[in-house]
């Protein structure tokens, strides 16, 4: 059975960075797969953020591209996600998912709130 | 930028009668669609992949249907615990990303 845990700061103040951490078990991170970061904002929709396969190599929405790294630890069967410059519209509850053509396996969800 | 747009925003029936949610995307996706069910304080749950294939124990009262832009989601014989909201997602290619539609909410009437 598949299970992956968000992990990290539930708060973060303004100009911060958001950095958040989801462990997988059940699965390796190193099978062939991608992982993906969504949030969703309060009282509104699903947004992708961006993923990461084994090797490293990333893609980000464009739209948060220049302030997110997405990280892979393979030693410890996890992958990060840092955010920089966090405002209040950073506000979210943040998921993590296995990523193969859509996402079949997430996380339960970490609500971080940015304020000081 | 590919943009998905979900009609109705909101869905109002009873148990037992057939919910048809739309997804538009704004050019032609082939059938690299998702459906996902999200519920408050859940995680999105998986429920159609490529358009028209169940996922993994997603009861046969859920199917999709559709490609290139427009797709379809029925719920045939609402069950009390199928009253959530609805994304579809597609992936694109190049370059590799993805984009959810705004939600349909499924309410009891």
């Known amino acids: 059975q598949v299970q992956l845990q968000e992990s990290g700061p539930g708060l973060v103040e303004p100009s911060g960075t958001l950095s958040l951490t989801c462990a997988v078990s059940?699965?390796?991170?190193?099978?062939?797969?991608?992982w993906s970061w969504v949030r969703q904002p309060p009282g509104k929709g699903l947004e992708w953020i961006g993923e990461i396969y084994e090797s490293g190599t990333t893609n980000y929405n464009p739209s948060l591209k220049s302030r997110v790294t997405i990280s892979v630890d393979k030693s410890k069967n996890q992958f990060s996600l840092k955010l920089t410059s966090v405002t209040a519209a950073d506000t979210a509850v943040y998921y993590c998912?296995?990523?193969?053509?859509?996402?079949?396996?997430w996380g339960p969800g970490i609500l971080v709130t940015v304020s000081s | 930028e590919i943009v998905l747009t979900q009609s109705p925003a909101t869905l109002s029936l009873s148990p037992g009668e057939r919910a048809t949610l739309s997804c538009r995307a704004s050019?032609?996706?082939?059938?690299?669609l998702a459906w996902y069910q999200h519920k408050p304080g859940q995680a999105p749950r998986l429920l159609i992949y490529d358009a028209s294939n169940r996922a993994t124990g997603i009861p046969a009262r859920f199917s999709g249907s559709g490609s290139g832009t427009d797709f379809t989601l029925t719920i045939s014989g609402l069950e009390p615990e199928d009253f959530a909201v609805y994304y579809c997602q597609i992936r694109s290619n190049w370059p590799r990303g993805y984009t959810f539609g705004q939600g349909t909410k499924l309410e009891i009437k």
């Open positions: 059940g699965d390796s991170i190193s099978s062939n797969n991608w």
């Open positions: 998912a296995r990523d193969d053509w859509a996402f079949d396996y």
């Open positions: 050019q032609s996706v082939s059938s690299y």
